[in-house]
């Protein structure tokens, strides 16, 4: 597992600003997964907008745990891509 989130929110510190994280349950654990920003489409359209979690790093290409995001089940409300 890489560690560029790490080095990038050491960068982005300087400004006051972290990359965004939302948190899954993955056996029995509670694992931080960078998301990606989205909205809404339609703003008045019911709920919220879906949240994003890359299976590769943005910055370095590497499967994020070893791919493992394969074989997590979709919460609802959540995507992998
Ligand atoms: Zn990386």
């Known amino acids: 597992m890489c560690d560029c989130r790490s080095e990038v929110n050491q960068h982005l ?5 972290r990359l965004s994280t939302a948190f ?4 029995n654990r509670l694992v931080g997964r960078l998301i990606v920003a989205t909205e809404k489409i339609d703003s008045r359209g019911k709920g919220r907008p879906l949240i ?12 994020i745990d070893g ?7 979709l919460s609802q409300g959540e995507a992998h891509v």
């Open 13 to 17: 510190c300087a400004h006051n600003t």
């Open 24 to 27: 899954s349950c993955v056996e």
């Open 52 to 63: 994003v979690t890359p299976s590769y790093c943005p910055f370095c290409g590497e499967a």
């Open 67 to 73: 791919g493992a995001n394969k074989i997590i089940p």
